[in-house]
Each structure stands twice: as C-alpha cells, then as structure tokens.
C-alpha cells in the first residue's frame, strides 16, 4: 500500500517523488529542512510524525510555516485522532486529509479538500471498493475490492481465504460505520499497538 501511493501513484501522475532521511526523533530537524528545501506539494505523514512537528512547533516558532506550499497532506497507517488533527490545524493553518486501508486490501477510503475538515471519519469509498458493517461481529468492516492481494508469498495457494468471508468480502478486523458512503473506525476486534504504522502486539510483548 505504501509503495502505492507513495511511489507509483505519484510517477503515473506525472510527479516527482523527494526521499528524504529515515524517521525518527533524532532526524526530524533533517525532515523538517528537507521539506524547507524541496517544497514539494503533497506529502503523505503518519500520526506519530505529525505529533513529532507539532512539539516542534512549540519550541521553535519558525516552523509554523513549513507546510505553506503543501496542496495536500494525506495520513494514513493508524489512526489519527481528532485532537491532534485540529491542533495541526491550528499550528499549520492546514487540513489533513485521513485515509483507511489495509496491506491485502490497498486503499479502501479517503478524504477529499471538500470534505475535510469533518474530523470523525476516514473519508468516502474509493471506486469499485464495496464495504459492509457486519453486525453479528461487533459491526466489522468487510470489504469487496478489486485490489485484493492474491496471497502471501511463500504460503500455500488457499492463504488468501484466512481474511475472506461472505462471498468475496475480506474481513479487515476492524470495527466501523458507514453513512452516506462514508467510513467512520471504532476500533479493532483484537488487541493491537500501532505505533508509527507498524503493527506490535500486546501478547508478544507480555
């Protein structure tokens, strides 16, 4: 998914693509000046780098302006909670467009520039995506798409039907609503940590 939207999708466009340092508190001043030097005009962030500029920000007043050129910002990998959405708002004068999808399922939806700034969902169904809230398993999100993974590598050939149900419907684990072809996220049916998109979990830490 990520190599999707932020490498293919990009080149087809006809856009050029700016690789700068590997995340992590030691190079987020790196980050911050390569954004400053490239002023590129869509970036996609997770919620623990966005987090990271906003405490920034709060020391050093002349990041406010970092963002200025930016057409788009688009987030994705965890979730992105409302607080911080608004507070990068108010620091960056910018709009975060959410985003939900999954590694098999690729993107599943997206916000738009209109209809940002609704903070509590995740956007609209992109095209061809179908999605059902399954009631009798806490409201899950299923999803039917035609960008399904075909299996994982190196497994046997039936691997692919571990996460699909209900004629074609992957199940995604997670929990939702959908309202006027827009996806709110509850939560997650099992105990997950996401932490800056990666997936740890509570039993293996224990």
Not at 101 to 112: M, P
Not at 135 to 148: A, G, L, M, S
Request: aromatic letters at 8%.
């Amino acid at each position: 998914a990520g190599l999707l939207n932020t490498f293919l999708s990009p080149l087809i466009a006809g856009g050029e693509i700016i690789i700068g340092p590997k995340f992590s508190a030691i190079t987020m001043i790196s980050i911050v000046n390569s954004l400053n030097y490239h002023s590129p005009q869509t970036i996609w962030i997770t919620p623990s780098i966005i987090s990271m500029l906003e405490m920034l920000l709060v020391k050093k007043k002349n990041l406010s302006n970092i963002f200025a050129n930016f057409d788009q910002i688009f987030c994705g990998t965890a979730p992105l909670y409302n607080e911080v959405r608004k507070l990068f708002y108010n620091l960056f004068q910018k709009n975060i467009q959410n985003s939900y999808g999954t590694s098999e399922l690729l993107l599943i939806s997206s916000q738009t520039k209109k209809c940002v700034p609704q903070y509590e969902d995740v956007g609209i169904l992109i095209p061809n995506v179908n999605v059902m809230i399954d009631n009798n398993i806490d409201d899950e999100i299923v999803v039917n798409t035609p960008y399904k993974y075909l299996g994982y590598y190196n497994k046997d050939k039936d691997s692919s039907k571990n996460i699909t149900e209900h004629n074609d419907f992957a199940k995604t684990g997670d929990l939702g609503i959908l309202t006027n072809n827009r996806l709110i996220i509850k939560g997650r049916i099992k105990d997950l940590i996401i932490k800056g998109g990666i997936n740890i979990s509570p039993l293996q830490i224990e």
